[in-house]
C-alpha cells in the first residue's frame, strides 16, 4: 500500500492514537489507530510529513508555528488539524533511533526507570525514552496548544472525544 494510502486511512479513521518506528526489513514504521496497527514502508517522519500535507501544510511549517506560539525552541507539539482538533506530540522511542509521533493524549504515564510506558484506552502500550515528567509537560504543552489555538466553536467536538475515552 502506499503512504499516500496509509495516510488516506490514517486521516479518514478520525482515531489516530500513535505513529512509531518497526524495521522488520520490509517496513520502518506502524500507524496505530482505534481500528489497529497498520504496519507502513515510510519512516515515522515521512507518516507524519504526509500527514500534515493531507491537512494543507508542511510539518516544518507546523513546527514553526508551534515554536512561535508557545516558545519552545526544541520538540514542540503541532497543531496538524485545527478543525478535527488533531495535535502531534514527538518523543524518543526507547531503544530506537526513530521518533514516535502520539496524537491522542489521553493515555496513563507509567514510569519504568529510564523510561516511560504510555498506556492507552484500547490496550496499545508504547515505549518512550522520557521521565514522566517530561511526558507530562510535553502533554501539557500539546494541550496547551490545542486549547488556545483551536477556534472556540470546534472546542465541544474535542472535548466530546476527549471525554468519550
Not at 479513521?13 to 517496513?27: K, L
Not at 512561535?68 to 503541532?78: N, Q, R, S, V
Not at 478535527?84 to 530506537?96: D, H, K, Q, R, S
Request: charged share 25%; with cysteine; aromatic share 10%.
Amino acid at each position: 500500500m502506499s503512504l499516500e494510502k496509509e495516510i488516506s486511512f490514517l486521516v479518514s479513521s478520525h482515531s489516530s492514537i500513535a505513529v512509531t518506528p518497526h524495521f522488520d526489513g520490509e517496513h520502518s514504521s506502524i500507524i496505530y489507530t482505534n481500528l489497529g496497527g497498520l504496519k507502513s514502508r515510510g519512516t515515522t517522519d515521512d507518516v507524519i510529513r504526509q500527514y500534515c500535507l493531507n491537512f494543507g501544510a508542511s510539518l516544518e511549517g507546523r513546527q514553526m508555528a508551534s515554536r512561535k506560539l508557545l516558545g519552545i525552541t526544541k520538540t514542540p507539539p503541532i497543531l496538524i488539524s485545527e478543525r478535527l482538533g488533531i495535535v502531534g506530540m514527538e518523543l524518543p522511542t526507547y531503544n530506537a533511533l526513530d521518533k514516535t509521533w502520539v496524537f491522542d493524549l489521553s493515555f496513563k504515564i507509567e514510569e519504568c526507570g529510564s523510561y516511560s510506558l504510555l498506556r492507552f484506552n484500547n490496550g496499545l502500550r508504547i515505549e518512550v525514552g522520557l521521565k514522566e515528567a517530561a511526558v507530562r509537560y510535553r502533554r501539557e504543552k500539546a494541550l496547551h496548544l490545542l486549547y488556545t489555538k483551536v477556534p472556540f466553536h470546534d472546542l465541544n467536538l474535542i472535548n466530546f472525544k476527549l471525554q468519550s475515552k
